[in-house]
């Protein structure tokens, strides 16, 4: 039997009857009894509805965000050749919370000394000006204090092949450190990384396009980050392997100690330096160098 569901409203003199199970006999019957109605819902929509998946409904959220990215921008100057590589158009953010002793550049400090603009707008004037620079330079101020800003930027300025440079005050072990798949995607990006705050003491022979020598050209950033992580993996590996090592030799001296002991040719040798012995043979054994046999 097909439940059916009456809904009573007076105060608008409706009587709503649902009913997801009724056949067509029933509702002919209620027809007859009620009067005719009219149908004001139905749990399958009229119009379907294509729904988007996630992917997409993010894709596009996106786009929207990127559409609308600001960043907070001190200046763009143009024809610089100590701002990276070649003829530079260079854009500087505003705002660092480094603050380096002795920065050369204190009027970038405050993001307020500069101006929220748009980024569509920064990534036209620097296409107007594509045939008089060898690519971007951006700096600040600290860019990666506007991570989620810059990261459209680059995008942007990537999508149309432009060469590009950053400049941060962070190293790039710190950056990595933030564990954040925006900063990677930056850093993936990015041609060249000049990493590390300004030091003061260390501004003789700092070396091209950088202000102190504790300061690193990092070309291609991501694939250096790569190989610190080989190396990491490497270092660990080595580790464990010489504990492991240092336990089956601690225990084989034992081992040979025990057997010499017994043996009275050893017994000469061990007497002088047991310890010795054992240390001897038991690095041979380890480097295959040598094969012997044990009582
Ligand atoms: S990171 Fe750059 S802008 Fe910031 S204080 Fe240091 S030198 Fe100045």
Redesign the pocket.
Known sequence: MAEIVFILEPDARRCIIESSQADVKTAEELNKDLGQGSVVNCVRPKLEIEVKHHSQIFAAAQAEVSQNAQIYLYRIYHHSTVDGLGRRSVIQVAG?S???PG?Y?PE?YERKNGQLVSIAKIVDEIKKRSGEHDGITIL???PFDQTSSLEVLVEKLKEQGFQLTIYT?FTLESLLARNSESVNRILAKTDLLIDG??DRTLTKNAGEYR?SSNQRLIFYPMREAEKMNGEKQKRLILKRREKNLRRSFSNFSKFVLMKAGRRPYARKIVRSSRMELARTVTKAWLRNTVSFELE
């Open positions: 660092c480094i603050r380096c920065c550049i970038t600040g101020g600290e005050g705050a300004f202000g």
